[in-house]
Every structure is written in C-alpha cells, then in structure tokens.
C-alpha cells in the first residue's frame, strides 16, 4: 500500500476535533501547530507513510535519521497533525487528506476539522489578521463571533486546504485559518508573527489554555530581524539602482 | 480509491442522453452546459471527487469552500456533465472519463453521448460554425442531418475529447461538437459566441427548448468587448512597431 | 483499470511468434509493421486501451474519432502489435510491455518475439544496416545466421526496447532488430528506406512472403525527398554563414 | 504488479544482514557493492522488476539485452542489493525500498541493514572519511566503536537513504554509511577512492574478509587520473580567463 499509518499507542477518543497544521507558505501553520503540542504536551500516538512524501531521509544533528512522514498527536478531545513534508505531488495531497479523514472517522468520529494555513499578503502588515474559510454556510457566523472575517475568493493550495474537500465531502464541519504572511522567503525561518496570531484564535475558539510567552518573545525577534531584513534589501536595491544609473551614464558618455 | 462518485440523490433515468461539458479552451463547453442547466433547471444529483484534479480548494466571495469534482445534473432523460476543473494528469482524464462512462452505463445504460469543446481557428469568425466529431461512421449522416460539418483532422485533447475513446471502446455512439472560437485567452471570460452556437446546435439536435435571450446578449456584450480588446491590441502594436523603428532609427544616426 | 484489452475476435491461435512496431524514432517500426499487416492482409483481433496513452482522440478526414490505442493484428501463426502512439509516461511503456506479453503468453503462449526499432546514426547511410539485440546468449548465432550484426552498446528507448525486458523475465527468446536512421525528423514522414530494410529482414527471418514493389518504390522517393531537404539544408546553412560573415563585416567597419 | 521479486534460486537464509548500494552520486555505493560481491563471490538469487525503472533496456558490447532491474546476492547470512538504476520517481524510490524491506523481511527476518551512499564534499579530501546515519540512537555507540563519525544534518536522497524510513518504521536497526566524495561528475567512472573507504569500513563492522588489492590498485589510477583531471580544468580555467581579460582589452581598445 502507499500510504499507510501505524499507530504507536492505542488511544481512545471519542468524536475528537482535528487541529492540522502541514508545513507550507512561510511555515505559518507548521510552526502554530508544533507550539501547541509543545505546551499541551500532547502525545504522539500515529504516524502516517506515503509513497508521494519526497524521496530523502532527515539527517538530525545527532546523526539520528528522521524519516519524512505525517504526524497525530493527542490531548484530551484533540487531534494535531502535521508532518515534516507535504507530499510533492496533487494526487498525493489528496490522497493523504482523504486517508487521514477516512482513517480517522472510521476509528474516532471526528466533530470538526480546523485547519492552518497562511494568506499571503502585499504590504506590511503591523498585526496579522486571521481570515476563514468553512465547508458550510451555518460556519460564517461561527467564524464572526471569534471575529474572524471570511475570506473572500481565491483558493487555498496544498494539504491544509484540500482536506476541506474530503471534510466536506464527508459531510464533517471543517474551518481553515489563514494568517497573513508576507511574500518573503525566509529561509528556514518561520513567519512567526503570523504563526501566533493562529494560536491566538485557535485556543480562543478551542479553549486550548497555553503560555504565550515563548511564541511572543520569538515574534519579536522575528519583527526585528524581519524589519533588518527589509532595510537591507532596501539598501540593495538602492545602491543597484545607483550602479545601473551610472552604467546607463558610462553608455551616454 | 482515488476516484469516486457520491450520489447525492437517488435518481431513476434509463437510457439517458449524455451531454457533457468540462472547461477547457474558451471556457465555451463548460459556458455552454451552465447555460442549459441553469435555463433547464437541471437537478445536481452526484458529484465525482479525483485525486487527480487539482491540489486546492476554491475559496467564494462569501468564504464559503468549493471543492474541485465533477458534477452531474439531471432534467428528465439528460445527464449534464461538467464540473470545476479538468484532471491536470492524462491519465487522470483518462480515468474519469472511463469512470463517468462505465458508472453511469453499469447504473443507467446510456443511449448517446453529446460532448461539446472549441476548436481554435485563426482569424475573425463572424459567426462561429460548429463542427461534429463521431464514433461511427453512421453518425456523419445524423451531422448532416443538422448542417454540422464534421471535422476534417486534428485532435481534440482533454476530457471532451478522451470521453469518445471510452465511447468508442463500450460502443455507445458519442459526438463531439467543437465551436469555432478565436486562439485569445480572455482571462476568467468565455468566448460566449461560441458557446452560443454550441447551445443552439445542442438543443436543435435533442429538442430540449430554453431561453435564449440571456446568452444573446451576453454574446452580444462579449463581442462588444472583443472588438474593443482586438482594437487596444492592434494599437499596441502600432504603437510598438513605432517605437522599435524609432529605436532602429537611433541606431542608424 | 487502467490498461485493459478488448477482444473483437476469437482466435485460436498457438504458441504464435510476435512481431512489435510501435511508433517511435523515424516512425521506421511502425511503417515496416503496417507495411506487413497491409500486405499479407492480417486482420485485427484485439485492441488495447490504457491510460497512460495521451490525453486526446485523433480526428480523421471524414470526422471520424480515432482513439489511441495499441492494435493487434493476426496471420497464420503471427501477431502484429503496433498503435497509434507509446504511453507518455516510462511507468505506462513498462506496463504496456509486460501487459501485452502477460496477457498473450496467458492466452496463447508465445514462441519468440521480434520487436522493431530505429538506430540514429550520424552521416549518410547508403543502405541502411540492420542490427540485432537480443536476450539470450544463444540467438546471437542466430542473428549470424541471417546477417545481422549484433548492436555493440548502448540502449533502445521505450515499448519497441522495454518488451525485451519482460521477454527476458518470463523467459521467452526476444530479438529487437534496428534499423539505421538519420538524426532528421522528417515530420510526419516515416524513413521509409530504414522501415524497407527492416521489412526485408523480418521476412527472411520468419519465411513471411510479401510483395516489396510499394515500399522500394516509397523507398525511392524518400530518398529523393531527403536528398533534396539536405541540399536545401546545405543551402540555408552557407546563405545563414554568408550573413554572418556580412555581419560580422558590419561591425569591423 | 508494478512491482515484483523474481526468485532465482530457494535460499534458506535465517535473519540475514542487508547490505544495499545502489548506484548513486559518484557511482560509490554500487562500485563498493559490487566489489564486495564480486571479491567473495556472493550469487545472484532474485530480480526485482518495477514500472518505475527507466523505461529502456541496456545493451551490452556482445549484443545482449539487460533490463534494468535490482538484484539480490548473498554469501552465507548476507544479502547484497544492487542494480543498474534507481527508479526514476520519487514514488517509485519509496516502493522500492518499501518492497526490499517487505519481502526479505517477510522470507527471512532482517538482522540489521547497511546502506552505503557518498556524501559530497568541497575542496581535496586526500582521505575519505566515512559518516554515519542510524535509525536509532543506540546505534550511535556502535558508530563510534568503528571510528565513524555520525553525520551531523543535511539529508539523503534517494533509495540508499530511503531504505532507512522503511527500515525505521518497521523497527529493523539501520545505518547508512556515507562517503566524501567530490562534487565532479566523472561520466562513467565511479569514485573508487570513496568506494575503498566505504569496502574498509563495512568489511571492518560486519568481518567480511576480502582481498583489496584490486581495488586500491583502481583507487590510486583514480586519484592519478583525478589530479590530471583537476590540472586540466585548472589549465582551461586559466586560458578561459586570459581570454575574456584579451576580450575585455579588445573592447576597450
């Protein structure tokens, strides 16, 4: 089979709520999830294999060899799934959205889906706002009374959003959050300031009670390295349009 | 499974015509057949979700999430066929266009296939002829029968298209009607002339009666703009070829 | 599934010896296959669909939807395997070879296999020399036997090369005889001299009785038709050289 | 099947050790591997057939055809895999491995797996050196009684670095033993210096014992053969520069 889970605890949920969080544009969703799990200390309890994850192997600083592959973790009546990759082809997001829903409705029931993603936005944006997508209409008001604003066209690319399509075709009510991020890349660098506004309406509509103090302090730095990051290209540009200015020159003369 | 069909209701129809319309050049096909769903007002009673249709979700202006599938309508013994997207693999078109074949056929036997698609021609199409493509050499006198020319050559790509090979290959008798339309890309707009025509030659051929009036005018606003766009073109190009010659011009002194 | 195989005829046939031209470089295999089909009047007996063929139907001059197919076609104690195009992707070339050899050693047992292809040599081939492949030690004296030298290196490329592969994993004696071509693409023309000396192999071979006047004649004006393409080529190369130098001229004074 | 084990031989092996080197970067997996087999003449019991090989068949200097496949060795309680490629999609690489690890596992039990692999490095190595990546972090002690240093990030790609998700899901201890190698491509050559380091490394941990001469012998042709290579390139790096700075005088003169 390509795609496959082994479950590494037996765990007994009843009707959980999936929290997902794949690693994507900026690592938004990835680095919100994985600070929630960190601070509930939710356990892992399955990991999930698939043929369509790239075809290399994480070496860990320690030599230790980190397979790509999706992971469940558990905490009271919640379910968080990321992984350290998507799968790098369509029809492997979507059979990895279909399988984990299917797998996991089978065995748990699940009550409803939120999931994470990132918004990419032109400017600068001081606070971060959370848009909503949901698989239903009656959701709309859900989403204004944590005042989140629906998100009004486009789409939503990769797993994070895809999982919509089997939540929906399965009839589960399901939500994805975007946090807006900026065009940049940051390397290996999370948008970490659009990370902690997700954290901030997904415990606020869960009643997840975590410590903000670690995402706060990182989102600062982030805004300082971030604003250092953008002088520095200001400056760039800068001093190439000089030179391109002076080369247009030395042509004219 | 990575294609699946989810019945939505339970739908008695025997021996149904089939027409069929997924978006493809000009968007016309798919213009087309939401033309007559809409005017007939055909029921949507199944969906078909594929893991090779595109990895997003489409977001509506209200936030609402629209997965990609196929959908099917019905009015009494007509199938209509379309859906959001096409498959982005070949072999995924080939397999939902064998997968709509063999379902419906197992479930309602099917009597006839009408697929709509355009067919690009250069030059300025007054009004665009549609041309018929067959499984049978019978069915070239059925063309006639209603002033269609059939196609001399080429190739039709994507489901439109392919959906003939499976046709073929069960021996149901299919036809594809193509609509002129000119090699533009009008952004999110349809070349609604050509759906026009394809609407016209539809509804001649299988009786079904609607209105016309809203895609009349809507043909008419399409040429109107059309117009409008091919005269800001050839500006443009004026325009360029000025300054290229003054540039040359440059050069020479 | 996603290959399968229509029977339109059943024949008894035993432990029948398979001749294979797929479409490929020159269209040399397919024209030489065709050739023998259309001479000695073998009639088609099955069809084979997959979808890893391209996603579109051929249209012919009548109107006619021609899908793309791989044919089967059969004389005394020989089956022709030939079609309209090779899958597009490697994973559908394996699995059409091994699905045609599984499928008709299941069925009828096979006796040996003689695949075709094209060998692109640089230069003027006066006549073109056949060479031989084959998967077992022991058909090189065979090869001998008839003349053919064996190919000293190198590889053979798609269905008319992969066959051997599941010729040789079954265990059934294979030979793939190639034919030397040029590095032209002739467009929609086949080399016919290449597909001529193949035809004249494959017959002494398996004692096949054909008439050869159309394709030396075809032979004949292939080889007027190229020597005419290279003197034109020739022509464009020295006027191309001549502007340069021009050019190169302009920009000395 | 798109994939499947051809037995060549009933081998009663019991909890057998795996030793895997495809070819890969530098050809120095494959090369170690099949000098070690060839040195303690381990015999060919089974072929591995996949659709996502490359879809050609190799051609040897007698005429022969080989088809691309994997191969299976063994020589008391070791089994060598290696082939003639690596499937060419990441896919298929995941199936690869995940099949090896299934069937052995199935027959025979695994004891343990040594991968082998190169690892790129810039700049001279005169020696070398060996790196380690271990599915467990026990298996970190027992690098280092070997001398060998764990890796310390980055990843491995590939089905030498795969077989170690395949073997780590499954709980089979693994390492996957990495060599320095330059980035040069040397078209057909392997690396055999880093293949000897790689031969030193594994004979050492698993008591393998073979005769080296042969290979040092190639190992110091290598490096006789890599230093002309690298004053060669220099030579031309050289001669490029005084040319553009000529071309640049001409300019500006």
Same mark, same amino acid.
């Given at each position: 089979m390509?795609?496959?889970?082994?479950?590494?605890?037996?765990?007994?949920?009843?009707?959980?709520?999936?929290?997902v969080?794949?690693?994507?544009i900026?690592?938004v969703?990835?680095?919100?999830?994985?600070?929630?799990?960190?601070k +509930?200390?939710a356990?892992?309890?399955?990991?999930?294999?698939?043929?369509?994850?790239?075809?290399?192997?994480?070496?860990?600083?320690?030599?230790?060899a980190?397979?790509?592959?999706?992971?469940?973790?558990?905490?009271?009546?919640f379910?968080?799934?990321?992984?350290?990759?998507?799968?790098?082809?369509?029809?492997?997001?979507?059979?990895l959205?279909?399988?984990? +829903?299917?797998?996991?409705?089978?065995?748990y029931k +699940?009550?409803?889906?939120?999931a994470?993603a990132?918004?990419?936005?032109?400017?600068?944006?001081e606070?971060?706002?959370?848009?909503g997508v949901?698989?239903?209409?009656?959701?709309?008001?859900?989403?204004?009374?944590?005042?989140?604003?629906p998100?009004?066209?486009?789409s939503?690319?990769?797993?994070?959003g895809?999982i919509?399509?089997?939540?929906?075709?399965?009839?589960?009510?399901?939500?994805?959050?975007?946090?807006?991020?900026?065009p940049?890349?940051?390397?290996?660098?999370?948008?970490?300031?659009?990370?902690? %506004?997700?954290?901030?309406?997904?415990?606020?509509?869960?009643?997840?009670?975590?410590?903000?103090?670690?995402?706060?302090e990182?989102?600062?730095?982030?805004? +300082?390295?971030?604003r250092?990051?953008?002088? %520095?290209?200001?400056?760039?540009?800068?001093?190439?349009?000089?030179?391109?200015?002076?080369?247009d020159?030395?042509y004219l003369?």
């Amino acid at each position: 089979m390509s795609i496959r889970i082994k479950f590494l605890k037996d765990v007994r949920i009843e009707n959980p709520y999936l929290i997902v969080g794949f690693p994507g544009i900026g690592y938004v969703a990835k680095f919100a999830l994985d600070y929630i799990v960190e601070k +509930i200390k939710a356990e892992k309890f399955a990991e999930i294999y698939s043929y369509s994850f790239p075809s290399f192997i994480i070496v860990k600083s320690n030599g230790l060899a980190e397979p790509i592959r999706t992971e469940l973790y558990y905490s009271n009546n919640f379910i968080f799934i990321t992984g350290n990759a998507q799968p790098i082809t369509p029809e492997g997001q979507h059979e990895l959205s279909d399988f984990i +829903i299917s797998e996991l409705m089978r065995k748990y029931k +699940i009550s409803m889906i939120y999931a994470m993603a990132a918004y990419v936005v032109e400017g600068r944006v001081e606070e971060p706002k959370v848009y909503g997508v949901v698989t239903d209409p009656l959701l709309i008001e859900f989403l204004k009374k944590y005042g989140i604003s629906p998100m009004s066209g486009g789409s939503i690319s990769g797993a994070n959003g895809i999982i919509l399509t089997y939540a929906k075709e399965m009839g589960i009510p399901a939500v994805c959050l975007l946090s807006e991020t900026l065009p940049y890349t940051y390397g290996y660098y999370a948008d970490v300031k659009a990370a902690k %506004a997700l954290v901030e309406v997904i415990t606020s509509i869960t009643g997840i009670k975590i410590d903000m103090t670690d995402i706060e302090e990182k989102a600062k730095g982030f805004e +300082i390295a971030l604003r250092k990051f953008k002088e %520095a290209e200001e400056t760039t540009i800068k001093e190439e349009r000089e030179k391109e200015w002076k080369r247009d020159l030395t042509y004219l003369w």
